[in-house]
């Protein structure tokens, strides 16, 4: 069972270029998340999707992009990369609001922008 | 906006003691949930517990356990019977049901506890 699978695990870019991560789950759920990790905190919300060809915006949206075109797949797109996009990426996903409401995380992508 | 605050960046116990790690958050809602998730070095999220604001009793999972004091707006997260796999950075969490009124879905984090389980 393999959950939620991010590619790739780390990544160099430089300022400037462009770059997507990849963010597959397998489990048929219809709400998926983009969340970012910088050190010494919690993640914060980027964008969400709840199905497909359905997205919207999260906390810290800019300089980013997404697509929802199949339930099992939620890019992230990184449009001309700045040193402050420096963290680590996690894709999540889960069920629904109401029961089972687990979010399930892929294992993260560290992502360096020099 | 609803806001997570973990007040200790940093706990530490024996190993075979009991450690608690505090969380508190702000709402103006009556409906959510609310849940731990450990990060151990790995950096895979992985649930611990989770609260269903509308039940008063106290979640429990084998070693983890709860206290949840909603009028407080308090969710403690309590580790009994330390062991050294319990090692790693703790996120209190919270999710709202805004999205079924047209609001934003996601969970909003805490800054995160690093336990530290000492042999």
């Known amino acids: 069972n393999a959950g939620v699978t991010q590619t790739p695990k780390f990544r160099i870019l430089k300022i400037g270029q462009s770059m997507t991560l990849q963010c597959t789950q397998d489990?048929?759920?219809?709400?998926m998340y983009w969340y970012r990790q910088d050190p010494g905190m919690g993640l914060k919300l980027i964008y969400y999707s709840v199905g497909a060809g359905i997205t919207d915006k999260g906390e810290v949206p800019n300089g980013y992009n997404v697509s929802r075109s199949t339930t099992e797949d939620f890019p992230l797109r990184l449009e001309l990369a700045a040193p402050s996009q420096t963290s680590v990426y996690f894709c999540?996903?889960?069920?629904?609001?109401?029961?089972?409401?687990?979010?399930?995380f892929g294992q993260g992508t560290r992502l360096t922008v020099v | 906006a609803q806001t997570v605050t973990q007040s200790q960046p940093e706990m530490s116990v024996q190993e075979a003691e009991t450690v608690t790690l505090s969380c508190t958050y702000d709402?103006?809602?009556?409906?959510?949930?609310l849940f731990w998730y450990k990060q151990p070095p790995s950096r895979q999220m992985i649930l611990v517990i989770r609260q269903e604001a509308y039940k008063q009793q106290n979640a429990t999972e084998n070693r983890f356990s709860v206290n949840f004091q909603k009028a407080a707006k308090s969710f403690s997260l309590k580790i009994s019977d330390s062991q050294l796999g319990d090692a790693a950075m703790y996120f209190c969490a919270y999710r709202s049901f805004a999205l079924l009124g047209g609001g934003a879905d996601g969970l909003t984090f805490g800054k995160g506890t690093h336990l530290i389980i000492q042999p």
């Open positions: 999540a996903s889960s069920y629904g609001l109401r029961g089972n409401t687990e979010a399930f």
């Open positions: 709402t103006s809602e009556s409906d959510y949930y």
């Open positions: 489990m048929n759920h219809n709400y």
